[in-house]
């Protein structure tokens, strides 16, 4: 595989094709890291990579980021640049015995004085063994590993790996950057673009991001002659836009989930909206939003608004029966009520403490006096003595411990003065009073 400007195998560089054969994005690869673009916070002079190069101490390193922003390109780049041979393999297609191979290769480069820089294109397909594999090879010199990956290091790559290894994160390439390609595409074409300014910017968009993406686009573009420079409808009409980068069990989509949830927690209701219908044009399963959505209501809103919870599960019934695309405006609505509803995480924050407590204090029983007294074992054991019901009291109120005997009363539950919390906090402190006033007596 190849990446931004990737070279071709070594294998086939004796049939390479004329120059003008050669796709553009191959044509227009960068012979020095001064020509990559769109990633100077690695390759400045004060950068990660400029300053291990300008130290001759190049350290194993782990690329993390979207596809085209050029992992490939830098990687064989700092191979010329340390003076190192450059081996590429794709975790996608090498086995165990490939890697041998690689490996033995490098000892024979380095007995006569040659270093060698690895690049495992998709690294995180590796399993924990293979990725252990690499661990002593890296650590007696045989090679310096570079790593390509485009989900989370952190999730993906075990910890051994990531402890001998320095995580640089690529960026996909802003508007800037992707100006500066077609740039020097039209350079290398000899050819301007067949295309009206706004079209110009709807055809940077279509990249989304994707140096070689926009790369391919230029290509379909350069084989067309239009009578006039196509606007962005004309443009929309003859390429396809690029599909969004979403991996329904990868980084993006806990990205994305994430942003819902948090513009949701903060009362953006027009944020909120972006994010979900990021996901739903990105093919996210409809139900799972519907179950997230739901759980923002009860770990974000909860009490502060009653209705929250019950809204969000009348939304997902009403996509169950609608289905899509219909369906998704009830989860659309779900979204913006949230939103702008009172927030609160006092139930959240007292379950979770409550649950806690419960784990630290293992078996210890309730005290007798709320016990059911059944039988007359129970009874000669004092199950039910001295219960007091509360109906009897002229407040409704006993005021009686409910804790385990000897636990000190904790106090879990913590209204806010938001939403309906504030009728809730009038309650717990209203009980509280007739507790203490119980206490005194």
Known sequence: MTDLFGDLPDTAREQAPEPRDRPLADRLRPARLSEVIGQDHLLGEDAPLGAMLAANALSSLIFWGPPGVGKTTIARLLADASDRAFVQISAIF????????????????????????????????????????????????????????TENPSFELNSALLSRSQVLVLRRLDPQALEELAARAEQMLDKKLPLTTTARTALLEMADGDGRALLNLIEQLASMAPDAPMDPKELAARLQRRAAQYDKSGDGHYNLISALHKSVRGSDPDAAMYWL?????????????????????????????????????????????????????????????????????????????????????????????????????????????????????????????????????????????????????????????????REEN
């Not at 041998?100 to 294109?121: M, P, S, Y």
């Not at 509803?341 to 784990?359: C, D, E, G, I």
């Not at 636990?407 to 507790?435: H, I, N, T, W």
Request: charged content about 30%; proline content about 6%; glycine content about 8%.
């Open 94 to 149: 090498s086995g165990v015995s490939e890697l041998r191979k690689v490996f033995e290769a490098a000892k024979t480069r380095q007995r006569i004085g040659q270093g060698t820089l690895l690049f495992v294109d998709e690294i995180h397909r590796f399993n924990k063994a293979q990725q252990d594999g690499f661990l002593p090879h890296m650590e007696d010199g045989t090679i310096v590993l570079v790593g390509a990956t």
């Open 277 to 437: 219908a990021r996901m739903l044009t990105a093919g996210e399963d409809p139900r799972f939003l519907a179950r997230r959505i739901t759980r923002m209501a009860t770990e974000d809103i909860g009490l502060a608004d009653p209705q929250a919870t019950r809204l969000c599960l009348d939304a997902w019934a009403t996509y169950e029966r609608l289905g899509s695309p219909e369906g998704e405006l009830a989860l659309g609505q779900a979204v913006i009520y949230l939103a702008l509803a009172p927030k609160s995480n006092a139930a959240y924050v007292a379950f979770k403490q409550a649950m806690r407590l419960a784990k630290e204090t293992g078996s210890e029983p309730p005290p007798k006096h709320i016990l059911n007294a059944p039988t007359t074992l129970m009874k000669d054991e004092g199950y039910g003595d001295g219960y007091a019901y509360d109906h009897d009291a002229e407040d409704g109120f006993s005021g009686q411990h409910y804790f385990p005997d000897g636990m000190e009363r904790p106090a879990f539950y913590a209204p806010p003065e938001r939403g309906y919390e504030r009728e809730m906090k009038k309650r717990v402190e209203y009980f509280a009073k007739l507790r203490a006033r």
